[in-house]
């Protein structure tokens, strides 16, 4: 069989989409890839080594430093404050890193094609935001035609996710087993690696918990200490 | 006026191309970008550089040896013999880095966003190679978009060079005054920087200069020596 290729941030999206595709086709022919871009959640590549030791899968993690040596941004930048509330809020808009997306989807692809594999997924959903216009419908399948292209031996770009929200993709979770506190979501986690559960991705990662009745393994530190 | 990017390599194209450019819109308005992927070809960048300079263009290199730890090939492991002869040979595929225009693509799409250009131009041709999937028209209107998607602010991928060869593109060079001796196309140069004369590179470059009845001012080195 073809490898398939995982492309595993840490956060809840990724890593149920690796327990997923590893349900699928066996863990023998799934490949795992993170990049370090020195984001300041930095947290989400030890949690995707661990979630990878637990499944027995293999894991890459490649740097890629050069994505904030070209396009800095609120993520990555250590003097840079990371804004608080709800996506949609405007000041969000700080942590776009232009075209990361495509950075990532165009790096993973070309690791796929190097291992021969026939399909590479990502865990694109339905929750992600009008904000990065690189998470648009139209985007992707754009991505996915290139990619397609870009070698004689095919590699599909797949987006499972795409259509559920993460209160979806914490349902489906919950039913594989996932170990959630294997996972990092928070966008300015104290040194210890634990979330702040203010920012907007914490709000919506505690949103998902609260909506499947379930409760969220992870620690969270009191803002002010 | 916005920003021009132009993704210079250093070799014949995308240095004719800078100065195209720079003909139309001034130098004020362009920006050069290279990159460093670990080729052995690496003189390129320091011609690069060379040209900007006279030019009086800004140019930056940025490092992505992220590129060979994820796909190694023969243009970038020191290990793999570079093949000689015409690319259309079989054993020119060796040379092939996977998926490496899309990556080189994305990342020069994300320079282009964070520096608010408008243009992105490289230096794609007609005598670019169908053992190269990555350099089909299709591929090429695949990338432009889904990069004209990837940021509000959108950025148009241009290829001005698309319909012509070569020699074509030599010819519009040398009626530009372009300094070819600033340029580098060998695949396979001694440690000095001298070009080998019979790489599938070297051999395209002695057939325009050839064809336009023109001499090349670069240094070539007798093999074997």
Redesign the interface.
């Known amino acids: 069989m073809q490898k398939k290729v995982v492309i595993l941030s840490g956060g809840m999206d990724s890593t149920t989409l690796l327990y997923d595709i590893v349900a699928e086709f066996g863990k023998q022919n799934v490949i795992a890839l993170s990049f370090d871009y020195g984001q300041k959640h930095v947290h989400e590549l030890s949690k995707a080594d661990a979630t990878c030791s637990k499944l027995g899968v293999e894991n890459n993690i ?6 904030n ?4 941004s609120a993520l990555t930048r250590k003097d840079w404050k990371v804004p608080e509330g709800h996506y949609a809020d405007e000041n969000m808009k700080q942590t776009v ?7 990532l ?3 993973a ?3 796929a ?2 291992v021969k594999a026939d399909k590479l997924y990502y865990g694109a959903h339905a929750g992600d935001h009008d904000i990065y ?2 998470c ?1 419908k ?2 992707v399948d ?2 996915k ?3 397609k ?4 031996n095919e590699v599909e770009l797949l987006a499972p996710y795409w259509d559920i929200d993460k209160s979806g993709i914490l349902k489906r979770g919950i039913k594989l087993g996932v170990d959630y506190s294997l996972t990092h979501t928070c966008y300015d986690p104290n040194p210890k690696g634990e979330s702040c559960g203010r920012c907007g991705s914490c709000t919506e990662r505690l949103e998902a918990f609260f909506v499947n009745s379930s409760t969220d393994p992870l620690s969270y530190y009191e803002v002010g200490n």
């Open positions: 490649f740097d890629l430093a050069v994505l040596q070209i396009a800095p890193v232009p075209n990361r997306n495509m950075v989807l165009s790096l692809a070309s690791f094609m190097a216009p690189d648009r139209e985007f754009a991505m035609h290139a990619i292209l870009a070698d004689w």
